[in-house]
């Protein structure tokens, strides 16, 4: 009921910058956290950047300092700034959110997925 479509990904050099944008549609009450995970070759999906409905954040450790989470809500949209790009960031980039229900239950969703590469 809920579509997750990110865009913004791509080809970029070490030490660019990307800017990564995810827009829930659908059957929509509300959407508590919002987040970004990766997933490399041989790699778990990991969580990258999460941000709640009131806008607290929390990041991986590999990013802190470089990567920057926000929301509009008014949109139901998440972003991810990534700047100061590693080859290490390269990975596929999904979105996630977890939305309520009138009852106070929560769903997840998760977007395609886009793909980022860091060239060195």
């Known amino acids: 009921q809920v579509q997750l479509v990110e865009s913004g990904g791509g080809l970029v050099q070490t030490g660019g910058s990307l800017r990564l944008s995810c827009a829930a549609s659908?059957?929509?009450?509300?959407?508590?956290?919002m987040g970004w995970y990766r997933q490399a070759p041989g790699n778990q999906r990991d969580l990258v950047a999460v941000?709640?409905?009131?806008?607290?954040?929390n990041y991986a450790d590999s990013v802190k300092g470089r990567f920057t989470i926000s929301r509009d809500n008014t949109k139901n949209t998440v972003y991810l700034q990534m700047n100061s790009l590693k080859p290490e960031d390269t990975a596929v980039y999904y979105c996630n959110a977890r939305t309520r229900t009138w009852a106070g239950t929560e769903n997840e969703y998760w977007g395609q997925g886009t793909q980022v590469t860091v060239s060195s």
């Open positions: 659908g059957s929509i009450f509300g959407i508590n956290d």
């Open positions: 941000i709640t409905r009131g806008g607290t954040s």
